[in-house]
C-alpha cells in the first residue's frame, strides 16, 4: 500500500486535480490520499490558507473579513465549477467555512486552528467528490473518526501514539481514502494544527499508522536540487539520500520538507519518494534509511541566515564545572533558545536567531555573563548566515574541511565560525549575510562542478 501526499501546488486548480485523478488511478497501490489547501496558480497568487488566516484574524479584531471570505469560496467554487461538481458540494463547503469563522472565539489560538484546518479539509472533500463524479470508489476520511489524536498545542501538535493503532484501521476500508492534511483531534474534541507544511507530516503519520510500503511526496519539481536553484543555475538533482541528510538539509534552508516531516515515516522504516506532479514518470528521490556512498563526501549544500552569535571567552573554562549551564540558564531566563554551541578549552559561541535578540536585550544579557560568569570577553556577533555541508560521505572522506575552507579562503570570504556536527553527517561554516551566495557557489563550484568536470 502506498500513501500519496500531493501540495498546494497540486491542487490549485481543476486542472490540477484532474492530473491528481490521473495519478492515483494509474496504480492500484495508491490507497490513501492526503491533501494540503488549494496553493498559488501563479507566482503573485495567494494561498487558500493565508486568506482563512487573514479572516481569522480579522473575526477576531471584530473587523469585517466579507472581502477576504468571498475570494475563498471562489477559489473553491472555480475549482468545483471545472471539475463539474454540482452546487451541493460547495454549499456545503461554504457553510462549513462560514460556521467556523462565526465559532466561539474566547481561545484565539484554538479558533485559528479551526479556521485554517478549512482549507485542507474542504480540498479533501472537494477531491473524493471529483473521484466519486468519475465512477470511482472514494471516500473523504476525517481525522477525529480515523483516530488521528494528538497533543492541544495550537499550531504545534505532536501525535498522540495511540493514533499509529487507530489508523491501521483505515487498510480495512474499500476504495480510494481522500484524508485531510495538516490537523487532528485533541483528546477533548478540538481541531489542532501541526506547523506549517504540517500536511507533510500528515502524510508520513499515516504511512506510519497504516504500514504503507511507500510514501510518495507529490510537488511541482522533478526531484530535490543539491543546492538552492535560484543560487545556483541547473544544479545537480540527488537520486537518493538518507531521512538524516534530508532533516540536515531540511533545517538548513531547504523547502522541501519540513524538518520534522519526516520523523514518522522514518521511525518506522518507510521510504519516501519526492515527485513532480506535471511530470509524474520522472523517477524523482526518494529518501531512504541506507543508501549506497557513491557521490562523494557531499549529498548537499543549504543555507540560512538571520543568525547571530555570542561569543564568551574566559580563561580555564574548561575547568569550571557548570559553565555551560550556567550560560544556557541566562538564556534560558529570556526565554531565548539557541541553535549551536561551538567550543574550545577557554571559548565558546552561542549561535541564536537574531530575531530573539533586540539591541535593548543585547546589553542586560552581556552584563548578565560577565557578573555571573566572571567572563573576560563577550562579544555579540550580529547578521550571520549558516552554509551546511550534508553528507554521509563525509565519515569516509578525509580533507573535507579544508576543501571548503580552502575555496572560501581563495574567494575572500571570512569564516566567522566552524561546527563539525556530532552525527557526521554534516559541517557548518558561519559567514556574514552578504558572503551567503557568494559562499553556497564557491563550495557547490567545490564539490559538485569539479567532480562533473573530471
Known amino acids: 500500500m502506498k500513501i500519496v501526499k500531493f501540495g498546494g501546488s497540486s491542487l490549485a486548480t481543476s486542472g490540477q486535480i484532474e492530473k491528481v485523478f490521473q495519478i492515483v488511478t494509474s496504480d492500484v497501490e495508491r490507497k490513501i490520499i492526503v491533501v494540503s489547501a488549494p496553493g498559488k496558480r501563479f507566482p503573485d497568487d495567494i494561498k487558500v490558507t493565508d486568506l482563512l488566516i487573514s479572516c481569522a484574524q480579522l473575526a477576531l479584531q471584530g473587523k469585517d473579513y466579507s472581502k477576504e471570505f468571498h475570494q475563498i469560496i471562489q477559489r ?19 457553510l462549513g467555512i462560514e460556521l467556523s469563522l462565526s465559532s466561539e472565539k474566547d481561545h484565539p489560538a484554538r479558533y485559528m486552528d479551526a479556521v485554517m484546518a478549512c482549507g485542507e479539509d474542504n480540498c479533501a472533500r472537494l477531491v473524493a467528490s471529483y473521484f466519486q463524479l468519475k465512477e470511482l470508489e472514494a471516500s473523504y476520511i476525517n481525522p477525529k473518526e480515523a483516530g488521528l489524536f494528538v497533543t492541544n498545542e495550537p499550531g504545534h501538535a505532536q501525535v498522540l501514539a495511540k493514533s499509529y493503532e487507530n489508523l491501521f484501521e483505515l487498510r480495512k476500508k474499500s476504495g480510494i481514502l481522500i484524508f485531510p492534511g495538516f490537523f487532528g483531534y485533541s483528546e477533548d474534541g478540538h481541531i489542532v494544527t501541526f506547523s506549517r507544511s504540517g500536511s507533510d507530516i500528515t502524510g508520513s503519520v499515516v504511512a506510519n499508522g497504516v504500514k504503507a510500503t511507500l510514501y510518495e511526496n507529490f510537488t511541482d519539481v522533478d526531484a530535490v536540487f543539491s543546492v538552492n536553484p535560484t543560487i545556483i543555475r541547473n544544479p545537480k538533482e540527488i537520486k537518493e539520500l538518507t531521512y538524516r541528510e534530508m532533516r540536515e538539509l531540511s533545517y538548513a534552508g531547504f523547502n522541501v520538507f519540513h524538518d520534522e516531516a519526516l520523523i514518522p515515516a522514518f521511525q518506522a522504516g518507510i521510504p519516501v519518494n519526492i515527485k513532480n506532479t506535471n511530470n509524474p514518470i520522472a523517477p524523482g528521490t526518494r529518501i531512504v534509511k541506507e543508501r549506497t556512498l557513491s557521490n562523494g563526501p557531499l549529498i548537499g549544500i543549504a543555507s540560512d541566515n538571520g543568525f547571530c552569535s555570542i561569543y564568551i571567552s574566559k580563561y580555564l573554562m574548561n ?5 555551560g549551564r550556567k550560560l544556557l ?21 552561542i549561535i541564536i536567531r537574531q530575531n530573539q535578540l533586540p539591541v535593548e536585550l543585547e546589553f542586560q544579557i552581556i552584563n548578565r555573563i560577565q557578573d ?18 550534508v553528507g554521509e560521505g563525509m565519515r569516509h572522506n578525509v580533507g573535507t574541511t579544508a576543501r571548503a575552507s580552502i575555496a572560501l579562503a581563495n574567494a575572500g570570504i571570512n569564516i566567522e565560525m566552524i561546527n563539525q556536527g556530532s552525527s557526521e553527517v554534516s559541517m557548518m561554516f558561519g559567514v556574514k549575510s552578504y558572503d551567503e551566495k557568494n559562499a553556497v557557489q564557491v563550495i557547490y563550484e567545490e564539490f559538485f562542478s569539479k567532480v562533473s568536470s573530471n
Do not use: K, T
Open 319 to 323: 575547568r569550571e564545572v557548570g559553565f
Open 372 to 389: 555571573e560568569l566572571d567572563a573576560d570577553h563577550v562579544v555579540v556577533e550580529r547578521d550571520l548566515a549558516l552554509i551546511m555541508l
Open 76 to 94: 473553491y467554487s472555480e475549482i468545483a465549477s471545472g471539475l463539474g461538481l454540482s452546487e451541493d458540494i460547495m454549499n456545503e463547503i461554504s
Open 329 to 349: 540558564q541566562i538564556l534560558e531566563d529570556y526565554q531565548i533558545s539557541y541553535e549551536h554551541q561551538p567550543s574550545g578549552i577557554d571559548d565558546i559561541s
